[in-house]
């Protein structure tokens, strides 16, 4: 069975701080998939980055960052120099690769309450 | 970009009730989804749908739950006697491929009385 433990449950930083945002799964496939969701005070799941396990290259996109290390099974996002728009709740999410005709269904951590004061 | 939309965005009804929630998918996708958030927690599959079938279910997806997609656009989810425990926000997801983004809709609060 697939999970995700994102194991804050809240942060607070103030604006510019740069905050890093914990995820740890566990799977048994060898070929899966991860994401991270931002679910804004508006209700919304907005995707933000997809990771296939055999790609471990850190990704950055603008403020963003990413560090995907499959020795301890960990995919954790870094904000750089914060900002109160970043105020959030952050999701890791898992997708195995089941095949073509299956759902590949995600399976969400509990995700994370960021708040960015000014 | 081509959206998930879902409607209505909030519905209110009383418990007993039957309820279906609506989602157009983003036209060229394959796979859709529901997943649902109780209020403050983290978002739990529901239901896979792929090539005009369900393709998986979660524990939570018993017989009061159904899914359709009647047309080529719309995909519904039903609830046939609704509970108070099924108040929840419930998204739609559709993905174009098998390892594609899910990409979600806006949701749809459900609030059972």
């Known amino acids: 069975a697939q999970k995700v433990t994102q194991a804050q449950t809240e942060i607070s930083v103030v604006e510019k701080e740069d905050v890093t945002l914990d995820c740890v799964y566990e799977?048994?496939?060898?070929?899966?998939?991860l994401f991270w969701y931002k679910q804004p005070p508006s209700g919304e799941l907005v995707f933000l980055i997809r990771r296939n396990s055999f790609d471990e290259q850190n990704e950055i996109s603008g403020r963003y960052s990413w560090n995907f290390q499959k020795s301890t099974s960990s995919f954790n996002f870094t904000i750089t120099a914060s900002q109160v728009v970043d105020s959030a709740v952050y999701f890791c999410a898992l997708s195995e690769a089941l095949g073509e005709t299956s759902g590949s269904r995600l399976t969400f951590g509990e995700g994370t309450q960021l708040t960015v004061n000014p | 970009e081509p959206e998930v939309t879902q409607t209505p965005s909030h519905q209110v009804t009383q418990m007993g009730q039957e309820v279906i929630l609506r989602c157009v998918p983003i036209s060229n996708h394959l796979y859709f989804y529901w997943y649902r958030q109780i209020l403050g927690q983290k978002v739990e599959f529901l239901v896979s749908f792929y090539n005009n079938e369900i393709s998986e279910k979660s524990e939570i997806f018993d017989d009061q739950f159904s899914v359709e997609r009647p047309d080529g656009s719309n995909f519904t989810l039903k609830i046939r006697s609704t509970k108070l425990e099924d108040s929840a926000m419930y998204f739609c997801?559709?993905?174009?491929?098998?390892?594609?983004?899910?990409?979600f809709g806006p949701g749809t609060r459900l609030t059972v009385t």
């Open positions: 997801a559709s993905r174009q491929q098998d390892r594609g983004k899910s990409l």
């Open positions: 799977t048994r496939d060898t070929t899966y998939y």
